[in-house]
């Protein structure tokens, strides 16, 4: 990259953490606005997220190679997951990843750095923004789980995928007369279970917000499948019983080793088989839930985000990611949101009106 040409803006941008649908559509949005509403602008895309402002990996970008990648999933620019706590660890003499990054901040000339990123990436956006570049985030995941917005991007896509899949799984478990337990991505927070679940009719949701106790839900189950076919049950990944959360670290670390490398949905599956005598499966979704073009809600959303991200960048708002407030986009501070994560509210109306209905969630 040469610095000494007179230009509006020098840009980098980047994709970081766990991929997800509409990382494409917000480097579009983002692209086409911002070479739309500024004179002479320059945009580089960093390679594998953190990893490629580390290594000085990048490109530059061109009108030409955004503008048809609103439908594609994944991200053209490639992803890493790096971690936090591994940003400013010292080994030896050699400079921390953080000072890596800031150094060739500078060395490159830019003006701004904006980050495509999940809960992860925001924090080492604060950071970078604490040591002097100026940093724009912008909210992706399917966890939906980013502080101070109502939404991220891929988030919806990642509800569809995922609410299709169970209803899917409901007519096998009808024709069977089984138990199933669908586990669904979110390690930390449940509204991916939450929404699908509910936009799938699930008979049970089960969310790390919430922990379940195994014998009233044994209960539940055998009391449901008095009077229907099939039970499902959504199942976070993260999920803990009751049990479960009442041991201490080591004790529950030996706990879980009696199931192996079991997943929650399949632990749950052998358990409740065991409580209620009826045949359970499990199946987990896994990667499937990111994969993919996105749906149109997150077409859009992403797009809007994007260009909300270039006119912030225009005006020099930094130190900030965009953030859906009810139907407006806005912004926080990054230093306010990082390090918070955005949980299912166990009393929030969501869950109250969903029991209303009758839908477990393992209490
Ligand atoms: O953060 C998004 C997410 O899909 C989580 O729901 C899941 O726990 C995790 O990423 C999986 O990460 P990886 O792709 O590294 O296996």
Redesign the pocket.
Known sequence: MRTERKRDMRIGILTS????PGLNAVLRGFCKCAFNIMDDVEIYGFLEGYAGLMNRQYRRLSLADVENILDVGGTVLGTS?QPYKLMTVKEGDAPTKLQMMVENYKKLGLDCLVTLG??GTHKTASLLSVEGCNVIGLPK???N?IYGTDVTFGFHT?VDIAAGAIKRIRTTADSHSRVFFVEV????VGW?TLYAGLASGADCILIPEIAYDEDKLAGFIKGKKSSSRSVIVAVA??VISAREAAMSKKERKEYLSQFGVATAAERLSAVMSQKTGMQCRSTILG?I??GGEPCAYDKFISTEIGAFGAHLAKIGRFGVTVCVRGNKLGYNMLVDIAGKTKRVPSDGQLVLLAKDMGIYFGE
């Open positions: 953490g766990g991929d997800c997951r999940g809960a995941t399917i966890d789980d990642a991505m979110g390690n930390k991916l990944e993260g990667h839930q990111r």
